[in-house]
């Protein structure tokens, strides 16, 4: 009898480190919080689901585990959980203006500012039109340079527990996946 319970644990640590498990950690309820964060009514948006489709669309909104589309005057509602990726194209018009006016400032308007300061005429103008043509530059290349952006990734986080065995040696992995 005292041989019996002490093959039960036995067992129990065998069919433990032999079994590999795998839990997923994103839950379609994550999912439809990071699109909702995300996106915006009105984005053009692609979307690949399960199957490698990509549809290409208007948001809608965002309902509980549902992305809702215009496609060609259609109404589509996506489930979250089929949804692999999402990308959404933007102009960074903003940024390049930003960019291309602070580029004008420091990289052409105060050299030139600098150089007129010296010969006795006014600092303000070159420093003004240097300025406004890298903003004018940079708002350019940025409506021209529109990249699609991926806003969501389905992850495959999980945790996983395998067991690793050598000569000489058992042991436990456990990893996690982000």
Not at 15 to 37: I, K, N
Not at 137 to 147: I, Y
Not at 158 to 164: F, L
């Amino acid at each position: 009898m005292n041989m019996k319970f002490k093959l039960i644990p036995a067992i129990t640590a065998i069919l433990f480190c032999t079994s590999s498990s795998v839990v997923f950690a994103q839950g379609s309820d994550d999912a439809t919080g990071v699109l909702a964060r995300r996106l915006r009514s009105g984005d053009h948006v692609w979307v690949e689901t399960d199957g490698s489709a990509v549809r290409t669309g208007r948001v809608l909104d965002v309902a509980p585990g549902i992305l809702r589309l215009t496609t060609n005057g259609r109404e589509e509602s996506i489930p979250v959980e089929r949804i692999w990726r999402v990308q959404r194209k933007r102009n960074g018009v903003l940024l390049g203006t930003l960019v291309g006016a602070g580029v004008g400032f420091f990289a052409l308007g105060l050299p030139v500012a600098a150089i007129g300061a010296n010969e006795g005429t006014g600092t303000a103008g070159p420093l003004l039109r240097a300025t406004a043509v890298g903003a004018g530059t940079g708002a350019g290349l940025g409506a021209l340079l529109s990249v699609k952006q991926t806003i969501y990734n389905r992850q495959q986080a999980a945790v996983s527990v395998r067991p690793v065995v050598a000569s000489k040696r058992a042991a436990i992995l456990i990893s996690k996946s982000f």
